[in-house]
Structure formats: C-alpha cells, structure tokens
C-alpha cells in the first residue's frame, strides 16, 4: 500500500511530539456492510487524521498492512514514517463494536526506530 506523502508534513519524533503521540487516542468509524471490518487504506488515513488533530502537527505518513475486523479485542499494527525515515509502531485495538460502527483506541510506541542507513 503506498501512502502519498505530504511535502509540508515535517514529522518528527521530538519528545513534545512523541509525549502527545503517547498519550494514545480513540476512533470510531462507521463501515457499510454486514461484516464491520475497515480497509486498510481507510484505517491508515482515520489514523492518520487522529494523530494530527490529536498532535496538532500535520497528518503523518501511515502506513497498515492489514483490514481491522470489526471484532472486540481484535489488534493491529500501522507504522508512522517520519520525514527523516524512522518510524512508530503504531497498535490499533478495537474496544466496542455497535451495529456497522468500529470503536477503536490508537496507541503509538514509546521509541521510534532510526532511518535504515
């Protein structure tokens, strides 16, 4: 999946940034079939929206590999890239699940991996 990025996004991992990021935060997204499960194109960008509005940085580059099931207890993994190339394991974990709609917290990890030489 390839995430477009944004030349005015200058993420970094300062510790005021990583200190909000840590903080964690919830989502909730309405799905429209049967089976809740968001894409993950979609959960990539509802995440990537949240941690902005949460951070008050611009949107990040995120990245899922996976759909999120509409299922309590149900986990996943994005991955936040920075400007600089490192990056923030990202967890999803869905809380509640109601009709269509998917309730879920976001958490980023405490330590950023550096760039790849």
């Keep these: 999946m390839t995430i477009a990025r944004l030349p005015a996004a200058k993420w970094s991992f300062s ?13 909730s997204v309405g799905v429209g079939n049967s089976e809740p499960k968001l894409s993950a194109d979609e959960l990539a960008t509802t995440v990537s929206e949240k941690l902005a509005l949460t951070t008050g940085q611009p949107k990040p580059d995120i990245a899922c590999p996976e759909d999120l ?4 207890g149900t986990t ?6 920075a400007d ?4 923030l394991g990202v967890s999803v974990n869905v809380t509640s699940v109601d009709g269509e709609q ?3 917290d976001i958490k980023a990890d405490e330590t950023a991996s550096p760039a790849p030489n």
């Excluded at 996943?76 to 890239?81: E, K």
């Excluded at 600089?84 to 990056?87: E, F, H, L, P, R």
């Design 15 to 27: 510790a005021m940034a990583a200190g909000v990021l840590l903080a964690g935060c919830s989502a």
């Design 76 to 81: 996943t993994r994005c991955t936040l890239t």
């Design 69 to 72: 099931v509409g299922k309590v």
């Design 102 to 104: 998917i309730n879920f």
């Design 84 to 87: 600089d190339g490192s990056t």
